[in-house]
Each structure stands twice: as structure tokens, then as C-alpha cells.
């Protein structure tokens, strides 16, 4: 399940992040030239900080696979080396 889920949040973020590219600099250009009226309608600025909310979740998402992954593995290890170590008693 979790590799199905890491693939779809690969191709998500990577989909997210076009129209995200592309809306910034729009957005800083129709800021910072001509009337001060010509700016970005309100829903599109929205738009905008939703789709940058969901980059950076899926960001730190992506970015902690590996430190989730080293956690399991070791955390795995640990309960199969306690499994293992069996105390057997002794006949004296």
C-alpha cells in the first residue's frame, strides 16, 4: 500500500507544481507593474495558496520517505533480533 501511495504522490506533486510555476510569476509580474487596481483577481490568488499548501505538504511528505522507511527497517530489526534472542534455560 505504501508504495502505491508514494507513486501517487509523486505523480500528484509533480502535476501540482506546473500550474504552480506558472501562476507565481504571473502573479508577481501583475503585482509589481502597472496600476495598482490591475491586480489578480482574489479567487485566483486562492487558487494559488491552496496549490502551494498541497506542494508543501506533499513536499515533506516526499521528502521523509527515506527517514520513514530507515525508522521501519530498523525498528523491524530490533523486533526480529528480540524474537531470536531466546534466553534458554539451563540444567544444573
Known amino acids: 500500500m505504501t508504495k502505491f501511495f508514494n507513486k501517487w ?3 500528484f506533486h509533480r502535476w ?6 506558472i501562476l507565481i ?3 508577481v509580474v501583475a503585482k509589481f507593474t502597472g496600476d495598482t487596481a ?8 486562492q ?13 515533506t511528505y516526499l521528502y521523509l520517505i ?3 522507511a530507515k525508522w521501519q527497517r530498523n525498528r ?7 524474537a531470536k534472542t531466546v534466553v534458554m534455560p539451563t540444567d544444573s
Open 47 to 59: 487558487f494559488q495558496s491552496i496549490l502551494m499548501l498541497l506542494l508543501a505538504i506533499s513536499g
Open 9 to 11: 504522490t509523486r505523480i
Open 76 to 82: 523491524r530489526k530490533k523486533a526480529g533480533v528480540a
Open 16 to 21: 501540482i507544481a506546473i500550474p504552480t510555476i
Open 38 to 45: 490591475e491586480h489578480l483577481p482574489p479567487q485566483l490568488e
Open 25 to 27: 510569476p504571473i502573479a
Open 66 to 68: 527515506p527517514y520513514i
